[in-house]
């Protein structure tokens, strides 16, 4: 783009506009909102239970009744939209708790839309979780070792995405990233007589560092071996162009860039090629590495998680996924 700048100082003097708190927000080209805000949730089975969650301070495991509390609280605060994801009491070679009609998903969706009928629900699709290997797919044993198969695990994610759907979902959201799930799961949705359910894809979803927190608070840690035969290279933006390319083509109708911080190259370039409806996923070790350092006093937790959610807005991302939630939709009322 070229410079609209004419003339030099003394003429030009850009501290003019920053004189006042005012005049600063006047001018400001890039806003947070309550609105833009979605609160990551983990369900398990139970009644009244909150376990934290040792790495993520804050953050619990909830059975469905405390995670209605928690939905509430946010929901009053601002953050009208939760992301859900299920821990099972048992897990098998099939994800079979995945996409069982009374799933611990599937539990907590029809008590959030009974209990908070406009609060906006969005289920993570995958398999990690419930899979007995924690794998996000099929996993198949032979001479060479251990694969996950892509297609074999196509029909179990559209299965998963449909059950949450009938539970009542107004999102679905597929994290895997197997070739193809974004298809098999509109396909599966349509037959179902969910065309209007739309789908949040994990569009560009890199073999991060960033997440093991994430994998205490879900239990989704691999038995074997890594993600990285799946999950994307993080060398490779490109890449993620064509992955992003790749799920609107098959249908999703929101694409996600994870994680968000170490990836604000990747939100810019989406944002600019594609204009689609883009979100970030501030991911867990974002979350916990503020925590901890602010902990220490050594960094202002509320200015640095601000001014990360800013740098997202900034690089194109219109929705925002993060653990804090609640504390920015506080900050941001009372600023």
């Known amino acids: 783009m070229t410079s609209p700048v004419s003339g030099q100082f003394p003429g030009v003097r850009p501290r003019r506009l920053r ?34 969650v040792a790495a993520m301070p804050g953050v619990f495991q909830l059975s469905p009744d405390e995670l209605l509390k928690e939905a509430a609280r946010a929901y009053a605060a601002g953050v009208h939209a939760v992301l859900l ?18 799933g611990i998903v599937q539990q907590t969706v029809r008590l959030l839309k009974k209990e908070l009928p406009t609060s906006l629900v969005i289920t993570d699709v995958c398999l990690c979780e ?14 060479h070792g251990a694969r ?24 679905v959201a597929p994290s895997d990233m197997m070739d193809g799930r974004v298809r098999a799961i509109r396909e599966r949705l349509d037959a ?11 569009a560009a979803k890199f073999a991060s560092a960033f997440y093991g927190p994430f994998r205490e608070a879900a239990e989704s840690a691999p038995k074997f071996g890594d993600r990285r035969s799946y ?18 083509q098959e249908g999703a109708d929101i694409v996600m860039v994870k994680p968000a911080l170490a990836c604000l190259d990747v939100i810019h370039r989406v944002k600019a090629e594609f204009g689609y409806p883009t979100a970030a996923y501030s991911v867990s070790a974002e979350y916990s590495m503020i925590k901890a350092a602010a902990a220490k006093g050594w960094i202002d937790e509320r200015a640095v998680t601000l001014e990360s ?7 194109g991302a219109d929705i925002l996924v ?3 939630a609640v504390d920015v939709a506080r900050w941001l009322k009372e600023s």
């Not at 006042?20 to 890039?30: G, I």
């Open 309 to 315: 959610l800013l740098a997202m807005r900034r690089a």
């Open 192 to 202: 179902d007589g969910f065309a209007e359910t739309p789908i949040l894809s994990y």
């Open 231 to 248: 999950q994307m290279d993080p060398a490779n933006a490109r890449e993620a162009l064509r992955e992003v390319a790749l799920d609107i």
């Open 85 to 102: 994801f299920g821990i099972p009491d048992k897990k098998d070679a099939k994800a079979s708790g995945a996409y069982a009609r009374n």
């Open 148 to 171: 996950v198969l892509n297609d074999a695990s196509l029909k179990l994610l559209a299965q998963t995405a449909a059950s949450h759907a009938e539970a009542g979902a107004d999102l």
């Open 19 to 52: 004189q006042s708190a005012a005049l600063r927000v006047l001018v400001a080209e890039t806003r947070l909102s309550a609105h833009q805000l979605v609160l990551p949730l983990f369900a398990r089975p139970g009644r009244k239970l909150r376990r934290e």
């Open 322 to 324: 993060t653990y804090a």
């Open 130 to 143: 419930y899979m007995e290997h924690g794998h996000c797919g099929v996993v198949r044993r032979d001479a």
